[in-house]
């Protein structure tokens, strides 16, 4: 008795289909939801921030997506602007560090709504902002919650 190709390659063929479908749960069950990515995020902001990664850079991350070396509004920084917190912090230990809308030429407050939230910006040391023409902006929000919602537009925050 012979048994047809045809036979043998559909078994061959269903095998193996089964064998795939049992590991491709396992894989997927390990890949975070992104409300979780969103409560670590939440949980542990300032730290995060910290290490120089921004929320979306963060949420890819923590879903296991391909991350972009660098947003395209820091790509191109002057002398004294920084991709990082960190780079800026260790540049100006005596200097608070600011956050700059390279665009609006507005600098922002650590703590405040627009730190490090702008599309276009950089880190830099609060002097050399200053020396460079940003200025703080006119109608300063408090807390990263943002407590002047209203006319909060005017402050370069884009």
Not at 68 to 91: D, F, K, V, W
Request: hydrophobic residues 40%; charged residues 15%; glycine residues 10%.
């Amino acid at each position: 008795m012979s048994v047809p190709v045809r036979m043998i390659f559909t078994a061959v063929f269903c095998a193996a289909s089964v064998g795939l479908m049992a590991l491709a749960p396992p894989a997927v069950a390990q890949q975070k939801t992104v409300k979780q990515c969103n409560d670590e995020w939440v949980a542990e902001r300032a730290a995060i921030q910290a290490s120089g990664k921004t929320k979306p850079m963060f949420l890819a991350e923590c879903r296991g997506l391909p991350v972009p070396a660098r947003t395209p509004g820091t790509a191109a920084l002057a002398q004294g602007q920084y991709a990082t917190e960190s780079e800026a912090r260790a540049s100006c230990p005596s200097d608070a560090v600011v956050w700059v809308n390279l665009r609006s030429k507005v600098y922002h407050a650590s703590g405040t709504r627009n730190y490090g939230r702008t599309q276009q910006g950089a880190y830099m040391c609060e002097q050399q902002s200053l020396a460079a023409g940003y200025h703080a902006p006119r109608n300063p929000t408090t807390g990263a919650t943002g407590g002047g919602a209203i006319g909060a537009g005017k402050d370069g925050a884009t």
